[in-house]
């Protein structure tokens, strides 16, 4: 599938707008924590909630229930059946709190951007867990033994540079948030003098957050700060030299290339009936990595290190053409339609609640 390489350029000065934008996250997630919010009421996920994910993408962010799930291996699996990242799962779907009806389309904004964001941080962490810090792996998807991702079919460039991406999305997430806030709340802001892409204006204390709105602005900063932190120990397995390849890296053709080994793995392990509830799970991430290459009309997102001043424009790298982006839709639809048949298959598994 030949997808347009990206683009980065070094640029001096970018070191200061990245801190800028992890500074202004950091300042606004905090405000909002710092304000009073509504109460917290657990619910299971809303129906209709799959036709309100993005794109084709939706059937993958949740499926309709009422109840806990138990499947055959007698894994408990509580709102959300068998979610790629459960903690992702529990702030954007299971925990809610009442009078969110205005939020809640911001909410499935980020909530899309989210879930592309940790796909793309799923492929990078494959070459951060070969750190001598990394702690060990315990989620089956990232242990390379069981063949869905391996750290040795990426290099050092192709790792870093969906960090990079990930960045990029995470930030967007957080000025829909802003955004969002401040068209509903305009007396409740302070103008910080953001430009149309910062998240410089600050919150007023005394407003009343929705502990649902609050919980995604939370996860969007904590996923920020992380991927900010391990693209920079990242650069520790290049051994003090600078990733001068970076600029030849697209991350559309990494993603397409890792989704179709990913889901090829998951195929056969289905096939033989190895861990299904992995599988499920193996196509939920690959249809995000593939999701992912379709994101555009996003703002420039800058990294930098010590060595090296970067710069990843996210929307001119995913300038994927009209059959690029027919060919990634028709491959998502597949994978959906493999998942589904798979999760009918372990729906019919679970025991009968008496």
Partial sequence: MP???GCLSENAGHHAVIKKRAVEMNVLADEFESSPHTLIAFYPPRPGAIQQAPGVARQMAVVDGTSSR?????RTIH??????????AETFESRHSQGTAQEDPTIRRMEGLAYKALAMIYLADMKWRLLPRAPLVTDPLANPENGFLDPSDLTIEEAFVPYLRALSLLHRAMVDASR????????????????TQSTGASLKTSVTVPAAFNGAVQWVRSKFNECLERAEML?????????DNVGQVSVAQVLYEQALA???VAAQRELRWIDPLDCDRAYQLAIWMLSAILESD???SPYVSRQTELRTDAGADQEVGPHDCTIVERFIASIVKRREALQRRLMQLQPVDV
């Fill in 3 to 5: 997808l347009r390489r």
């Fill in 70 to 74: 138990h499947v055959a291996t007698g």
């Fill in 79 to 88: 709102g959300v059946f068998n979610p790629l990242d459960a903690v992702l």
């Fill in 180 to 195: 969002h806030w401040a068209s509903l709340h305009p007396d409740d802001m302070s103008d910080g003098g953001s430009g």
């Fill in 235 to 243: 650069k520790q397995l290049a051994n003090g030299h600078e990733l």
């Fill in 262 to 264: 990913i889901s090829k």
């Fill in 298 to 300: 996003l703002d420039s």
